[in-house]
């Protein structure tokens, strides 16, 4: 599925994640915030902007961090909602970016009024809603989808509401509403910035004071010094001083003055500011010559080449929170800075090479934190890279191993020897072996890059070493190579035989009919050319007729009427289908989709035995038939929907099939998301797979049901399929084969062959096909269509087996 929400330069919104992700994982497992927030809060709220007597121009919002590190706003908003909301009242929703400072505020302009004389500090967000002076709600939200809550307590249920702040008479609001707002008053807390989910409390009403993450509350962004002579001379500091031999500053939360370094590399979009290296290194590998500079909304002035003295807060950013598991990025917040010379040569960058990075990928610490731990650089690849944290790198020409994506950024290998795929990826093998050769590619130099899998990064890429949520390490690069295409081409499946039943799994993507007509027409070509028809085909991510609008819709007829014919005009079969609508907004996914599993089938080659009764709240069971020896209760029908297995989770669809006289189950899954999971590149090492648990519990069910109807017939034939998420080595898959009841054939293909996803540039398995021991000698193939490619239409590669 993609990944949309956008941090401090990486992907955020979504909990960092380990070494694979997959399926619908906009909606990720957070704790709903019932009690006091010990960092992000709402600190003031000011709807009288432009209003008669008011000395602003815009209505604001101002958050605040407590907290002692900075606080990821990527993917998250705030929003807006009426004092006294009706049945249609919709929420009003400003996306955020960038972050909350330790100990800082973040600024966030709404509505111009008609007067006022007073325009806001620089915001570091900017919105268009026109707020009301006297009553309504603010909510700080981890999402930038609308709420839909209307009442305190349903808002207080959702789980993506992080604090919320109703003022005057606000209906939603926590606890009782905060008095005192009009047109020349904000509600604002105190300067602890107190939070005992009580807005009448907690705030009150006072003169506005809007301060953005600079701490400025002038109006005017703050100039850049002009040297002086005491400005001129170097503080006692140097980065390696500041940076030091462990992954955290023992500076940090001090403020620090005249710390010298050349400008080599600015950011003026996302995540703004600018790298600084010293040109006089201390020669000890374990520290960083390097450290960025955050100027939170305000583009840097300065450019490469410029020696400067910069002074500021020492801090620590976790990009996609603390909570996360993520590394750290040592950063100067709140930085003035003093230009001494311009034109000045940058420092060499350092080569990363097949030798450069070790192969033990990072050091162990039982689960717990490594941040303590003393840097190897010589010995660990995560401690070579956090001891180059911020300093110009330089690759050659390397290979592609993830294709570009979006938002311009590509995975290469400098290893090209490690666990190679015969398509030019990396295979990932197992948990203790995450491939130490990754690296992400992106581009500050506005150039785009359009390469797929096998392809190759010719001459020289160079800039920053960056980190984020989202991969870990990247370079920021200031200098770009070219792509030299390898060739890669799509895979074609061997058509089945007449004697043979061909079926497939394919996660769609959040198919709906708001998709383009080149989706589906994208799509059905690979069902029909690449897949070559099969007879039966296990979809997954097909979402209602509304797709992601939340409007009680649950019927996805729409959607697979539009996908069949779809595939009949690309020459193909007038499949028909089955599957059973899910409970609204109970299956998970992105949220108002309501993705669920369906069934094609053709009709000139298989037939499908109805059996009334199944709906999305009754278990279908194995039952004895004296003539086959079992049959289902009800087809199609769900495994056991009511188990917390499946809490907001895709429930199985299970069909009986008949091909040639002989009867076939089909078992079509979609497990729960690698959500959650702590980053194989974080802190906590090994990481906890804490998504897994569930996935273990859905692995029980589907094999207490397959062995279920092989108590009845252990002649069965049945074939379980679909969207794992997670791996041949894991630990819900060894859950789901226990006592041989399934062979996983993803484990019969030569080991650099085992995938179907490519994730952090590592080539991984997330979907499978499993058969019961009475399918002999199954022909299968992973079907490489779009995993590999720039031009993806899914993110997963389809799959198909051929039984006899």
Avoid at 248 to 270: E, I, K, L
């Amino acid at each position: 599925m993609p990944l949309a929400l956008r941090g401090r330069g990486f992907k955020a919104g979504l909990v960092a994640l380990p070494l694979g992700i997959a399926g619908s994982l906009i909606a990720l497992p957070l704790t709903a915030q019932a009690a006091p927030s010990p960092d992000a809060v709402i600190s003031e709220v000011y709807g009288g902007g432009g209003n008669s007597g008011a000395p602003l121009t815009h209505d604001f919002i101002e958050l605040g961090n407590a907290g002692t590190a900075p606080f990821d706003l990527g993917g998250w908003s705030v929003q807006y909602l009426s004092g006294s909301p009706t049945a249609t009242t919709k929420w009003q929703v400003t996306p955020l970016t960038g972050a909350i400072p330790a100990g800082g505020n973040y600024l966030v302009q709404e509505a111009k009024g008609a007067a006022g004389d007073t325009a806001l500090p620089t915001p570091d967000a900017t919105g268009t809603i026109a707020m009301s002076a006297a009553s309504g709600t603010v909510a700080l939200v981890h999402s930038t989808t609308a709420l839909t809550c209307l009442t305190a307590a349903d808002c207080a249920a959702d789980a993506t509401v992080k604090d919320l702040v109703g003022f005057g008479t606000a209906v939603v609001r926590e606890g009782s509403p905060a008095t005192g707002a009009g047109n020349t008053t904000s509600v604002s807390r105190d300067a602890a910035l107190t939070d005992t989910d009580d807005n009448a409390a907690d705030l009150t009403g006072s003169t506005p004071s809007p301060r953005n993450s600079t701490g400025d509350g002038s109006g005017d962004p703050s100039p850049s010094p002009t040297p002086s002579p005491t400005d001129t001379a170097p503080g006692s500091l140097r980065i390696h001083d500041i940076q030091g031999t462990t992954r955290t500053s023992p500076y940090n939360g001090q403020t620090v003055t005249n710390v010298p370094g050349v400008v080599t590399g600015v950011r003026s979009t996302g995540t703004k500011g600018y790298w600084i290296q010293d040109s006089d290194p201390d020669g000890n590998p374990a520290t960083s010559e390097a450290v960025f500079v955050y100027t939170g909304s305000a583009t840097p002035v300065v450019k490469a080449g410029d020696s400067v003295l910069v002074s500021g807060k020492v801090s620590e950013y976790y990009p996609g929170g603390q909570s996360s598991g993520t590394q750290s990025v040592t950063e100067l917040t709140a930085p003035k800075a003093v230009v001494l010379s311009a034109g000045n040569p940058l420092p060499a960058a350092e080569v990363i090479d097949s030798a450069t990075l070790p192969d033990a990928y990072a050091p162990q610490a039982g689960g717990g934190s490594i941040e303590p731990l003393e840097l190897k650089p010589g010995t660990y690849a995560l401690d070579w890279l956090e001891s180059r944290e911020g300093m110009l790198v330089r690759i050659g020409d390397s290979r592609v191993v993830g294709a570009s994506n979006a938002y311009n950024e590509t995975w290469i290998t400098t290893k090209p020897k490690q666990n190679p795929t015969p398509r030019g990826g990396t295979v990932l093998t197992g948990y203790g072996n995450p491939n130490s050769g990754r690296l992400l590619v992106a581009s500050l130099t506005g150039d785009k890059l359009k390469a797929d899998v096998g392809d190759t990064l010719t001459g020289t890429t160079a800039g920053p070493l960056d980190y984020g949520n989202y991969g870990g390490y990247s370079i920021q690069a200031t200098k770009l190579g070219t792509t030299v295409p390898g060739g890669l081409t799509p895979d074609v499946a061997k058509p089945g035989k007449s004697n043979e039943l061909s079926v497939a799994t394919y996660n769609v993507e959040n198919l709906s009919p708001a998709d383009s007509k080149n989706k589906f027409d994208r799509l059905a070509q690979g069902v029909v050319k690449n897949l070559a028809a099969p007879d039966i085909l296990s979809l997954e991510e097909i979402q209602d007729n509304s797709g992601p609008t939340d409007d009680g819709t649950v019927a996805a007829d729409k959607t697979v009427a539009k996908f069949v014919d779809a595939v009949k005009a690309a020459g193909g079969p007038a499949y028909d289908w089955r599957s059973i609508d899910p409970v609204d907004d109970l299956d998970g996914g992105q949220p108002g989709g309501n993705i669920r599993i369906v069934f094609l089938f053709n009709p000139q080659r298989v037939s499908f035995v109805d059996r009334q009764g199944g709906d999305p709240t009754t278990a279908v069971e194995a039952v004895r038939d004296g003539k086959k020896g079992v049959r289902l209760s009800v087809s199609p029908g769900r495994i056991n929907p009511a188990s917390d297995a499946w809490k907001s989770s895709r429930k199985p669809l299970v069909g009986e099939f008949t091909f040639r006289g002989e009867q076939v189950f089909v078992v079509g899954n979609h497990f729960n998301s690698k959500g959650g999971d702590q980053p194989a590149h974080g802190v906590f090492q090994p990481p906890t797979l804490g998504s897994e648990i569930q996935r273990t519990a859905q692995a029980k069910e589907v094999n207490g049901f397959v062995s279920s109807l092989l108590a009845l017939d252990k002649k069965a034939k049945v074939v379980v399929l679909g969207d794992l998420n997670d791996y041949q080595f894991s630990k819900p898959l060894a859950t789901l084969t226990s006592g041989g009841v399934l062979t996983d054939l993803i484990g019969t293909l030569p080991v650099n062959e085992r995938y179907s996803y490519v994730y952090d540039g590592n080539s991984q398995t997330l979907d499978h096909i499993l058969v019961s021991p009475a399918i002999k000698k199954p022909g299968y193939e992973v079907v490489h269509v779009n995993a590999e490619f720039s031009d993806q239409i899914s993110d997963h590669d389809p799959q198909v087996v051929r039984i006899k």
